[in-house]
C-alpha cells in the first residue's frame, strides 16, 4: 500500500511540475508578445518618419520640376546646333573607330568630309549673294572657290590631302550622274517640236567653237591638234546648272513665253552638251591610242559605235527589268540605271575604250526614258537628288586640282585669249543661226547672250584627260592635261558669272512680256494667249 501511494505522490508531482513548467513558458511567451506588441508603437514611428522623408523627397522632386519648367528649354538653332555636333561626333567616332587614320588629318576621308563641307558652305554663301532683278549667282562657285582655297592655303592643304585615286573616282561617279541626267532629261517630242532651229542652235554653235579653239590653242598654246580639239569641246559645251535656273526665273516673269525661247534653250542645251561630249570621248580614244594615225582614227570610231551599240543593249534590259509588279520600282530603277551609268564609264577604263563609257551612259539612260515614259520622273528626281550629292565635290575636286604657284602668267593669259576668241565666235554664230527663226532682233542677241556660260560639262570632263595622262605616266600628256585642266576652270570662273548676269540683265529688256487682258470679260490677247503656252512650256521644261 506504502509503494503504491508513494508512487502515486510522485507521479502527482511530476505531473505538479510539468503543469508548472507549462505554464512558465506560456506566461514566457506571453510576456514576449507582449514585449512585441509593445514594440510596434517604435514601428510606427519608423513608418512616419519613412512617410516624411518620402514626402520631403516628392516635394523636392516637384521643386525641381518646378525649377526646370522655369529654367529656359534649349530650342530653335541651339538646339539644333547642338544636336547636329553631337550627331557628328558620334558618326566621326563610328568612323574614326572602323577607318583608324582614314578619317584624320591627312586621311582621304577627313579630306573628303572636310571639301563636301567646305563647298556646300561656299555654294550657300554665293547663292545668297542676290542683286534686285537679277538672278542669284550659281552655287557652283562658291564650291569651286572653296577647292581653290584648300588647294592653296599653306598647312590647309597638307591636312586636307586627296590621293589622285579617289579624287579621279569620285569625278567620274559625278560624270555618270550627269550622262544619266541628261540622257533622262531628252524629250523626242522637243526635238520634234522645235525642229531645224533647235538642231541649228545645238550643232553649230558647238561645233565652230570647239574648232576655233582647237585652231587657236594649237598655234598659242602649242598642244597637238588632237589635245586642241579636246580642249574645244571641252569648252564648247554650255552649262544646264546656269541656263536652266535663269530660264525659269525669266519665264515666272513670262518673258520670252510666247515664242518659246525657254523651252527652246533647254531642249537645244542638252543636244549640244551631248554633241560635247560625244566629240570629246572620241578625241580622248584618240589622243591615247597607240599606232598609226588612221588606226587611231578607227578606235575612236569604234569607242563610239560599241558605246551606242552597249548602251542599246542595256538600255532595253533597263526597259524590260525591273518589272512593273514589283515593289519599290521606283528605288529599284533608280539604282539600277545608276549602277549600270557608273559601271559602264568604270569598266571602258578598264577596257582601254575610255570615250565609249560616257556615249553608253547616255544612250542607255535614253531608251530606259523612252520605255518608262512618263514613269521616269519619279526615277530623274531621284537621280537629281544624288547629283546634290555629288555636285559640291565634283566642283570642289576640280578647284582643289588646281594650285595657283604653279600656273605660268603666261599660260593663263594665252588661255583667257583662247576662251575669248571661242566665245566671240560663240556669239556671232549663234546671232547668224537664230536669223530664220521667227525671232526679232533683241531675242536674237538675248539667245546669243544666253549661249555664253559654261560649268557643269567642264567640271565633269574636264580632268578626264589629266586622269587618263597619269595613268600612263608620260610628263607630256600630263602638261597637256593640266592646260586642259586649267583652262576649264578659267572657263567657269569667267563664263559662269557673265552668263548669269548676262541673261538677268537682258532678259527684262530684251524679250516681250505675256500680259493676261481682263478688260473684256476675261477675254484673252494674243500675249496672254502665250500664258496658256508657257504652262506647255513649264512642263516641258521641268521634263527637261
Not at 594615225?293 to 533597263?318: D, P, Q, R
Not at 566642283?395 to 583667257?416: D, H, K, Y
Amino acid at each position: 500500500m506504502m509503494d503504491e501511494e508513494s508512487t502515486k505522490r510522485f507521479c502527482q508531482r511530476n505531473e505538479d511540475r510539468e503543469r508548472r513548467a507549462y505554464e512558465a513558458g506560456s506566461k514566457v511567451q506571453v510576456s514576449q508578445d507582449k514585449r512585441e506588441i509593445t514594440v510596434l508603437p517604435q514601428r510606427k514611428t519608423d513608418e512616419l518618419d519613412y512617410t516624411a522623408t518620402m514626402s520631403y523627397s516628392s516635394s523636392c522632386c516637384e521643386s525641381c520640376i518646378r525649377l526646370k519648367d522655369r529654367c529656359p528649354q534649349p530650342r530653335g538653332l541651339v538646339s539644333l546646333i547642338v544636336t547636329k555636333v553631337c550627331m557628328f561626333a558620334l558618326l566621326f567616332g563610328v568612323v574614326w573607330s572602323v577607318t583608324g587614320s582614314e578619317c584624320l588629318p591627312g586621311g582621304n576621308l577627313f579630306g573628303i568630309v572636310v571639301l563636301f563641307i567646305c563647298s556646300v558652305l561656299g555654294g550657300k554663301l554665293v547663292g545668297m549673294i542676290q542683286l534686285p532683278t537679277l538672278p542669284p549667282f550659281p552655287p557652283l562657285l562658291g564650291m569651286l572657290l572653296a577647292g581653290l582655297l584648300l588647294r592653296n592655303v599653306p598647312y590647309v592643304t597638307d591636312a586636307v590631302f586627296i590621293h589622285t585615286r579617289w579624287s579621279s573616282a569620285l569625278r567620274n561617279i559625278a560624270l555618270s550622274i550627269i550622262l544619266t541626267r541628261a540622257g533622262l532629261g531628252l524629250d523626242p517630242s522637243a526635238l520634234s517640236r522645235l525642229k531645224a532651229v533647235c538642231l541649228r542652235l545645238a550643232i553649230g554653235p558647238c561645233v565652230l567653237e570647239a574648232c576655233v579653239v582647237a585652231v587657236v590653242s594649237h598655234f598659242l598654246l602649242g598642244l597637238p591638234w588632237v589635245w586642241g580639239f579636246i580642249l574645244g569641246f571641252v569648252l564648247a559645251a554650255v552649262s544646264p546648272a546656269v541656263v536652266v535656273p535663269s530660264m525659269l526665273l525669266l519665264q515666272r516673269e513670262g518673258l520670252g513665253v510666247e515664242k518659246g525661247i525657254p523651252t527652246l534653250l533647254m531642249a537645244a542645251g542638252s543636244f549640244d552638251d551631248i554633241l560635247a561630249i560625244t566629240g570629246f570621248s572620241t578625241c580622248l580614244g584618240i589622243a591615247f591610242s597607240t599606232g598609226s594615225t588612221w588606226m587611231n582614227i578607227l578606235k575612236g570610231l569604234l569607242e563610239v559605235v560599241g558605246g551606242v551599240v552597249a548602251g542599246l543593249i542595256l538600255g532595253l534590259f533597263l526597259c524590260c527589268f525591273p518589272s512593273k509588279d514589283q515593289e519599290d520600282l521606283v528605288v529599284r530603277r533608280t539604282l539600277m540605271l545608276l549602277g549600270l551609268s557608273i559601271f559602264s564609264v568604270f569598266f571602258s577604263h578598264v577596257i582601254g575604250f575610255a570615250g565609249a563609257g560616257g556615249l553608253c551612259t547616255l544612250v542607255l539612260a535614253f531608251l530606259a526614258a523612252l520605255g518608262w515614259k512618263t514613269d521616269k520622273a519619279p526615277v530623274a528626281a531621284m537621280v537629281g537628288t544624288s547629283w546634290d550629292v555629288f555636285q559640291p565635290l565634283l566642283f570642289g575636286l576640280i578647284g582643289a586640282e588646281i594650285t595657283i604657284l604653279t600656273l605660268s602668267p603666261s599660260t593663263v593669259g594665252l588661255g583667257l585669249a583662247c576662251i575669248s576668241i571661242g566665245l566671240v565666235v560663240r556669239l556671232l554664230v549663234t546671232f547668224l543661226l537664230v536669223h530664220y527663226g521667227g525671232f526679232n532682233l533683241k531675242e536674237k542677241l538675248f539667245i546669243s547672250v544666253a549661249w555664253l556660260p559654261k560649268a557643269t560639262v567642264q567640271a565633269a570632263i574636264g580632268s578626264k584627260a589629266l586622269d587618263l595622262a597619269r595613268e600612263e605616266g608620260d610628263e607630256t600628256l600630263i602638261k597637256f592635261g593640266l592646260e586642259v585642266l586649267t583652262l576649264a576652270v578659267l572657263a567657269i570662273l569667267t563664263t559662269a558669272p557673265i552668263g548669269a548676269l548676262g541673261i538677268g540683265l537682258a532678259g527684262p529688256r530684251l524679250l516681250a512680256r505675256q500680259v493676261k487682258d481682263n478688260t473684256e470679260g476675261g477675254a484673252m490677247t494674243p500675249s496672254s494667249y502665250g500664258i496658256g503656252q508657257e504652262k506647255d512650256s513649264v512642263t516641258l521644261e521641268s521634263k527637261l
